[in-house]
Nanobody, 125 residues
């Protein structure tokens, strides 16, 4: 199983980026898929997720209303559209997937088996 996160870059405050997580060896539409991030000197933080194969989504309060997680089942990808970016969104963003996630722990990074390598998002003021 491989997950490949892409789409990071540098953007100014208020700008937008779209991250993509492409998978091989796993069908993302049948799994819970999440985005996490780690800012410099900080712990890994939950951002957003799909729970299993349905449309059940969850967002961290800090990104609610600005970020949108979506799936493209034909391409076996999950994307994270990030709008109105703020300096505090600066981090390395990781996608993760697992078929074993339970709802109560779906925002816990320890629930996810497979991880992408991360893509850096830098928001400059």
């Amino acid at each position: 199983v491989q997950l490949q996160a892409s789409g990071g870059g540098m953007v100014q405050v208020g700008g937008s980026l779209r991250l993509s997580c492409a998978a091989s060896g796993i069908t993302l539409s049948r799994n819970s898929v999440a985005w996490f991030r780690r800012a410099p000197g900080e712990e890994r933080e939950f951002v957003a997720r799909f729970f299993r194969s349905g449309g059940n989504t969850l967002y961290a309060d800090s990104v609610k209303g600005r970020f949108t997680i979506s799936r493209d089942n034909a391409k076996n990808t999950v994307s994270l559209q990030m709008n109105n970016l703020k300096p505090e969104d600066t981090a390395v963003y990781y996608c993760a997937a697992s078929s074993r996630v339970i709802l109560s722990s779906s925002s816990d990074f320890r629930a996810y088996e497979y991880w992408g390598q991360g893509t850096l998002v830098t928001v400059s003021s």
